[in-house]
Each structure stands twice: as structure tokens, then as C-alpha cells.
């Protein structure tokens, strides 16, 4: 009886030791591959088990072809362990992918629900602004103690185009966030496009004294839809307008490469700093040191749209800094796919 203990005890122990063995192994390698750890864990358990069977082999008297039995069955059940090993592993996987792919969605929903409310917040304060200003406009109108009607009626004119304008940017940001933007696609000559933003920026450009200029070949086209594609070029065109100073100027350059056409368009506005490149696309973001929101900005949409209306087009638009200003570059598809 106290041998039989004593062998059952050392049967016990063999397949302590195997297992708490293979569960340090298996937490060790868990840190760099968690898909073979769970590959091997059931694969632990068959070795844990034959240890201590192997080991308690002498009190169940087993030798010659019975010992040839035990181990025949052990190897037999070890790709068993090793198949549920891996299903145990793709289940695992898929479930830890699952997790960080609702993990990554809350936030960037949270992050959206940010940004919203802080463009809204942004965008509610641009649109009082302008309304203060032309209320106050009125009632000097009004009361007949403007100082001069004329500039009043200029200055408020140029507040209801501003407001006209944010609201066809909130309108375009909102079709393009919700996918209601139809295009009509077509293989369109640039050279008339660059012309006629380059007119339409004209009057806004003298105003602030800057000059702005262009070029494009004939032979330069794009398969895109033209009012989107207009308004994409037009806002950043405006938009560099607006932050260069009098005297700087701004100058679109159109090129093509037979498969993208890119348009770009030069400043001298001094640059941006290189932390905020990135978020210059961001909806209601207008910048900080070099681009500072002054009298004659917008809402800050304009360059989210011009995103928004790039994506749609099958292009992109990137921002870099330049030794004077600021480059844009706007990216569409040269030909028909």
C-alpha cells in the first residue's frame, strides 16, 4: 500500500512539474506570439498527462507490448491537441480582433462626436459674427447716423456674401459626409477651369493687394466632374488668398503625367508650422501662427470640403511648406479608367 502511494505520488509530481513547466513556457511565448501559445496549450495538457501516466507505469504493471499500447495512444491524442490547438487559436485571434476592431470604432465615433461639436461650435460663432455686424449696420441704416451709407451697404453686402458662403461649405461638407454627392464625371481640358478661378478670386485678391496668376496647357485634362473639381480649386485658391499678406502672391500650376493630373497651388503666406500640417484638413481647424483666423476668414470648412470633394473624385490633396508659403496639391485622375 505505501508503494503504491509512493508510485501514484511520483506519478502526480511527474505531471506537476511537466505542466507547470509548460505553462511557464506557454506565458513566456504568450508575449510574443499569443497565436502559438494557444496553439500549444492543449498540446501542454496531453505531455502533463503522459508524464504522470508514464511515470506511474510500474504500479499499473505495465511493460512490453501494454507499455507499447500507452504510448502509442499518447502519440495519437498529441495532433488532436495540436488541431484543437489551433482552432482554439483562431478563436482566439478572431475574438481578440473583433475586440479591437469595436475598440477602434468607439473611439473614432467619439472622435467624430468631437470634432462635430466643435466645428458646430466653431461654425455658430462665425455665423453670429457676421450677423452682429450687419445688425448693427441696419439700425445705424436706420436711424440715419451711419457715417457713410455707401461703405455700410458694401460692408454689409460683403458679410451676406461670407455668410452665403459658409453655408454652401456646411451644405457640401454635409453631402459629402453622408454620401448624397452626385458627380457626373467627364474628360474636361483644364486650361478654361484654371482660367475661370483664377477670375472669380480676382476681386478678393485685389482687395488684400495680392497677386495671383496661373498656367495651364492644353493638352492638361482630368476625368472629373467640373463643378466639383471647380470648387475643390476654388476654395483652396481663396483659402490661400486669404492668409497670404499684400504684396504676396498666389500662383496654380497644372501638370499632368498621362495617368494623374495634379494642380497646384503656391502661396507666400509664410508657412505652416510642421505640427499643424497635418490637421489642415480637419473641419473647422484655421490654424495658429502663420495662418491665424483674422476679419476675413471663414469657418474653417473650406479645406474639409476640398478633402472631401478630392476622396469623391478618386484623387488626393496634400499640404507641405514651401521656403516662402505654402504648396497644395491636388491630385485627380488624368483619363477615363
Not at 123 to 130: G, K
Amino acid at each position: 500500500m505505501t508503494l503504491d502511494f509512493a508510485l501514484a505520488a511520483q506519478a502526480a509530481l511527474a505531471a506537476a512539474v511537466v505542466g507547470v513547466l509548460g505553462v511557464l513556457g506557454v506565458l513566456l511565448l504568450a508575449r510574443r506570439s499569443p497565436r502559438w501559445a494557444a496553439v500549444l496549450t492543449p498540446v501542454i495538457v496531453v505531455l502533463a498527462v503522459a508524464a504522470g501516466v508514464l511515470a506511474g507505469a510500474r504500479s499499473m504493471v505495465l511493460e512490453g507490448a501494454d507499455l507499447a499500447v500507452v504510448w502509442t495512444v499518447l502519440l495519437a491524442v498529441v495532433p488532436v491537441a495540436l488541431v484543437v490547438g489551433v482552432v482554439l487559436a483562431r478563436r482566439t485571434m478572431g475574438l481578440q480582433r473583433e475586440i479591437e476592431r469595436e475598440a477602434a470604432a468607439r473611439a473614432m465615433e467619439a472622435e467624430v462626436e468631437a470634432r462635430r461639436r466643435e466645428m458646430v461650435a466653431w461654425v455658430s460663432h462665425d455665423l453670429r459674427t457676421p450677423l452682429a455686424g450687419i445688425r448693427a449696420m441696419t439700425e445705424a441704416l436706420e436711424d440715419g447716423v451711419a457715417p457713410d451709407p455707401s461703405a455700410y451697404h458694401r460692408r454689409i453686402r460683403e458679410e451676406v456674401d461670407r455668410l452665403a458662403a459658409m453655408v454652401d461649405d456646411l451644405l457640401a461638407l454635409s453631402r459629402l459626409q453622408s454620401g448624397q454627392l452626385e458627380l457626373s464625371r467627364s474628360l474636361l481640358p483644364l486650361r478654361d477651369l484654371v482660367s475661370d478661378t483664377l477670375a472669380g478670386a480676382e476681386p478678393l485678391a485685389r482687395e488684400r493687394g495680392v497677386a495671383v496668376s496661373g498656367t495651364c496647357d492644353d493638352a492638361v485634362t482630368a476625368y472629373v466632374d467640373e463643378a466639383a473639381l471647380s470648387r475643390a480649386l476654388t476654395n483652396l485658391v481663396v483659402n490661400a488668398v486669404r492668409y497670404t499678406p499684400s504684396g504676396g502672391s498666389v500662383r496654380i500650376e497644372a501638370a499632368s503625367d498621362g495617368a494623374v493630373t495634379a494642380l497646384r497651388v503656391v502661396d507666400t503666406c509664410g508657412g505652416i508650422p510642421a505640427d499643424d500640417l497635418p490637421r489642415v484638413f480637419e473641419a473647422g481647424w484655421r490654424g495658429t501662427v502663420a495662418r491665424t483666423p483674422g476679419a476675413t476668414s471663414g469657418a474653417g470648412l473650406g479645406l474639409a470640403v476640398v478633402r472631401g470633394l478630392a476622396d469623391a473624385l478618386d484623387g488626393s490633396v496634400t499640404a507641405a511648406n514651401t521656403p516662402t508659403g505654402c504648396v497644395f496639391t491636388l491630385t485627380v485622375p488624368a483619363t477615363a479608367p
